[in-house]
Antibody, heavy 116, light 112 residues
C-alpha cells in the first residue's frame, strides 16, 4: 500500500524558513516523479513544485521560484521542500503527491502558518 | 499558464439523483505523448484529496462505478449517476499536460 507521510510544518514568521519532508513507502520511490501541492485556507488546490525520479529535473510555480527548493533522497525514500523567505500567502496545508501528471496518491498534509 | 475553469461553483444535490460537473481548459490537454492528462479529485471535509479519475475517463481502484469521467481536448465532465451522502465535498479537476500544472477552482457539492 502506498503511504506518504508529510512532516515539518508549523508556525513561522514572515521571512523565515521551513523544510517539509514526505516519507514514502509501498512503492519503488526512485521510479516516480513527485510533487508538492498546497491548499490555502478557504481556497482551492495549487500545484507548487515537482521533481523527477532521478532528481535531474525540477519545476516550480512562479510564485515560489527563487524561494522554494524541491529535492529528494532516494536512499531514504524521502521528498523535501525547503521554503525560504516565507510570506503570509504561503500559509497553507502542503501535500506531497506521487506521479506528477496524474497525482495518484496524496499524503495527509502538513500545515504551514506564516504569521508574526 | 493553462487556466482550468470549473462550473458550477456550488452544486446542491438530492440524494439518489444524478450530478454533473464541468471543467474546461484554456488550451488543449492532449500531450505530445498522445495522452490527455486530465484528472478529477474529491476532497471531503477534513480529509486529503483523493483521486477519482485519471486521463479523462479511467476510474481509480475502489472508486464506486457511479462516478464517470468523459471529454476531450478542452472540455471535460465528471458525472455521479446517483448521489450518496458520502459524496459531499469539493471536486477539483487538474491538468497534468502543461507546466505549470494547474487545478480548477473546485465545485462544492452539498445535499439539499
Amino acid at each position: 500500500e502506498v503511504q506518504l507521510l508529510e512532516s515539518g510544518g508549523g508556525l513561522v514568521q514572515p521571512g523565515g524558513s521551513l523544510r517539509l519532508s514526505c516519507a514514502a513507502s509501498g512503492f519503488t520511490f526512485n521510479n516516480y516523479a513527485m510533487s508538492w501541492v498546497r491548499r490555502a485556507p478557504g481556497k482551492g488546490l495549487e500545484w507548487v513544485s515537482a521533481i523527477s525520479g532521478n532528481a535531474a529535473s525540477t519545476y516550480y510555480t512562479d510564485s515560489v521560484k527563487g524561494r522554494f527548493t524541491i529535492s529528494r533522497d532516494n536512499s531514504k525514500n524521502t521528498l523535501y521542500l525547503q521554503m525560504n523567505s516565507l510570506r503570509a500567502e504561503d500559509t497553507a496545508t502542503y501535500f506531497c503527491t506521487k506521479e506528477v501528471r496524474v497525482a495518484a496518491n496524496w499524503g495527509q498534509g502538513t500545515l504551514v502558518t506564516v504569521s508574526s | 499558464d493553462v487556466v482550468m475553469t470549473q462550473s458550477p461553483l456550488s452544486l446542491p444535490v438530492t440524494l439518489g439523483q444524478p450530478a454533473s460537473f464541468s471543467c474546461s481548459s484554456s488550451q488543449s490537454l492532449v500531450h505530445s505523448d498522445g495522452n490527455t492528462y486530465l484528472s478529477w479529485f474529491q476532497q471531503r471535509p477534513g480529509q486529503s484529496p483523493r483521486r477519482l479519475i485519471y486521463k479523462v475517463s479511467n476510474r481509480d481502484s475502489g472508486v464506486p462505478d457511479r462516478f464517470s469521467g468523459s471529454g476531450s481536448g478542452t472540455d471535460f465532465t465528471l458525472k455521479i449517476s446517483r448521489v450518496e451522502a458520502e459524496d459531499v465535498g469539493v471536486y477539483y479537476c487538474m491538468q497534468g499536460t502543461h507546466w505549470p500544472l494547474t487545478f480548477g477552482g473546485g465545485t462544492k457539492v452539498e445535499i439539499k
